[in-house]
């Protein structure tokens, strides 16, 4: 660490010059400035494209900002102001776009989402909202040619109640999708399925298997064959074999899902679960290796993926860096002003816990005000993890700069969060960690100080109201869920909150749903739960924007438009701060610019897969020597090396 630091002052000095066309004679020049003598004259820099003409909100402030103009240059903001002072940047070269009074905005940042996993997803059948049977095989039956040889054929999202013959479809109707490929459909919930002849034989289950502690293979009738359903833990003993994504399919993981969140507005994504799928670690491999995402990732790994991620984290630095120690410096010297801690727009950011389950069985400290169906006495949710656990992950994590980030619901799960890091801090004193407390659907008040001496971080799923509003009213009551993402009181404290989607959990990764939702927390049914808790649309904006940035410790290069962060844009169809709140959901994104390209039009989708826009301003940094040598477990000296790779570079932001 000590290291890093001292090797960092003078690369730090190098960008300013850079910026100032004096890069030649950087040296001189300060001297000549220390020394009262006239500087040699500055040329002054061409921007690569100015934008004006519409609404620039540059979120900086806590009142709504607007700049005249934006100038953009080598991937980064050149300049903001009245458009006649940007003037002096235009050259032969400098795009000058007129935003014919559309909005444009800092890119958004997805604070707590799963892009991998949306992005397996993505490659199954979407059987959502399928009415019954013949509807959901006719669905499978146009699936199956997309799908390539040696994969199965899978389908994601029915609900077995809502299809009109209320089951689960059997072993033959899923023969009569394809008796040649694998097939198996997965319910909404994820925990319900089933299965044709061929997925039962390839998985070597019949119906002599035994089932697995808490889960169950359906039988028929006679019990001598199987009938097609499987629950649970069964489900996950068949989905564990499914074949890994690989070669063109694992691309279309990475890019698919990514285009699919920039077309939400996004140019910062998350993935925070990284591990739940036992391919995860790949499939991020090879978009770093391929250089395939258009956008950054922001990666936590789940709990028990953790060392796993860390040495993979480990292989990608020193295959991208001869040795890790390397990576600051390198990065620092080939372009400081980016964020050194990506690498091919990937890195690792935290590690995620789930502390307790959802709205319905989420951990509270006093009982719900109505049991869930098949809850009877006091029933207060779950505890997922023991508190051990969560002591020891941040009293491991604490003073470095593996962010945590908790999946939480209710108030039991916030005070064994609090309890840990309070632990923590009394051990090592205050970090600058910014714990992470995702969802934080119902946190007492006495809690919201406490986060706030700590640095935490509430990430809300603002659009649970709408959906689920109606239920957890009656689930928890109304003072509770009048509480429930209590985003005004943080903002009336001014303590950073953010909105998340969560998506898969919100089907579709719609940033400005979640503004909507925040600004509005109106049910379906139309009634309001908790009004005092309403934020106004522009708080609602800076929860996805320069909030959001604060939460990725990315604050100084993301999150609004000032001078010298990156060129991350988003540009709106209208300005959320001037239509009706609650059409802010109906608003279109017209553009998404990462680093000064485009990487989502509307009307021009095909940009977004073009593949000059891939990795545009980061090709020149980093060779590629990726060695074919299989992951091994970090040294004791590999694993210090990591951490000081990790911590200098946080400290050197
Ligand atoms: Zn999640």
């Not at 991998?116 to 959502?128: E, S």
């Not at 801690?341 to 109505?370: A, E, H």
């Not at 998404?592 to 095909?606: S, W």
Request: charged share 20%; net charge neutral; hydrophobic share 40%.
């Amino acid at each position: 660490m000590t290291l890093m630091r001292t090797a960092r002052k003078p690369a730090l000095v190098r960008p300013l010059l850079f910026a100032l066309g004096l890069a030649a004679s950087a040296a001189p020049a300060i001297a000549a400035e220390q020394t009262g003598v006239a500087p040699k004259l500055k040329a002054t820099p061409i921007a690569d494209a100015i934008y004006s003409g519409g609404d620039i909100l540059t979120m900086a402030d806590r009142d709504p900002s607007y700049a005249d103009a934006i100038a953009i240059k080598g991937g980064k903001i050149l300049a903001l102001g009245a458009r006649s002072s940007l003037q002096k940047y235009v050259g032969a070269t400098t795009q000058q776009i007129d935003l014919a009074g559309k909005t444009l905005l800092p890119g958004f940042i997805d604070t707590h989402g799963h892009m991998i996993l949306f992005g397996k997803n993505m490659l199954d059948a979407d059987l959502v909202g399928t009415p019954d049977i013949p509807d959901l095989l006719t669905r499978m039956k146009v699936h199956v040619a997309k799908v390539p040889d040696g994969q199965w054929v899978v389908g994601m999202g029915y609900n077995a109640r809502q299809l009109k013959e209320g089951r689960t479809p059997t072993i033959e109707e899923l023969d009569s999708i394809s008796t040649e490929r694998p097939v198996m459909i997965v319910d909404s919930s994820g925990h319900l399925a089933s299965g044709n002849s061929l997925l039962f034989k390839v998985t070597g289950i019949s119906a002599e298997t035994k089932d697995p502690v808490g889960g169950v293979f359906a039988r028929k009738a006679d019990g001598k064959s199987l009938a097609g359903p499987m629950e649970e833990t069964a489900l996950n003993q068949v989905r564990l074999q499914r074949p890994a994504f690989t070669g063109e399919i694992a691309d279309r993981v990475a890019t698919g899902a990514a285009n699919l969140w920039a077309r939400h507005g996004q140019t910062t994504a998350q993935e925070c679960g990284l591990g739940l799928g036992a391919d995860d670690i790949d499939l991020v491999r090879n978009a770093i290796d391929k250089k395939l995402l258009p956008l950054d990732l922001y990666v936590c790994a789940k709990d028990t993926a953790t060392d796993d991620t860390i040495n993979a984290a480990y292989e990608v630095s020193r295959d991208y860096n001869h040795h890790p120690d390397g990576t600051s410096k390198k990065l620092l010297a080939a372009r400081p002003d980016l964020d050194k801690r990506y690498i091919n727009r990937v890195r690792l950011g935290g590690i995620k816990f789930w502390l307790d389950g959802s709205p319905d069985s989420c951990w509270m400290t006093q009982p719900f005000s109505m049991n869930p169906p098949g809850k009877t006495g006091e029933f207060r949710g779950y505890q997922q993890i023991p508190n051990e656990v969560l002591d020891a992950a941040f009293d491991k994590y604490w003073t470095t700069n593996m962010q945590l980030n908790m999946h939480m619901l209710c108030d039991a799960a916030a005070d064994q969060a609090l309890n840990a890091i309070e632990k923590a801090v009394k051990k090592y004193g205050m970090r600058d960690h910014r714990p992470v407390f995702i969802h934080a659907a119902y946190l007492r008040p006495d809690q919201i100080p406490r986060m706030k001496a700590v640095g935490a971080i509430p990430t809300f799923l603002t659009t649970t109201l709408p959906k689920g509003g109606d239920s957890i009213a009656k689930l928890w009551g109304p003072e509770r869920s009048a509480f429930a993402n209590a985003a005004h009181t943080f903002d009336q404290m001014g303590l950073p909150f953010t909105f998340s989607h969560d998506a898969p959990v919100t089907p579709m990764p719609s940033i400005l749903a979640l503004v909507d939702a925040g600004v509005n927390r109106k049910t379906l049914a139309g009634n309001v739960i908790g009004a005092d808790q309403r934020v106004s649309p522009y708080a609602g904006l800076r929860a996805v924007t320069a909030y959001a940035a604060y939460q990725i410790k990315e604050e100084k290069t993301k999150g609004t438009l000032e001078k010298g962060k990156l060129a991350d844009l988003v540009i709106l169809e209208q300005n959320p701060l001037k239509v009706p709140p609650e059409s802010i959901k109906s608003i279109r994104v017209l553009e998404t610019i990462k680093e000064g390209h485009t990487i989502f039009k509307l009307d021009a989708e095909a940009t977004a897969n073009a593949t000059d826009l891939l990795m545009p301003t980061e090709d020149a940094l980093l060779t590629h020597a990726h060695s074919e040598a299989a992951l091994r477990p970090l040294t004791a000296q590999g694993k210090l090396t990591l951490e000081s790779l990790i911590g200098a570079a946080e400290s050197a932001r």
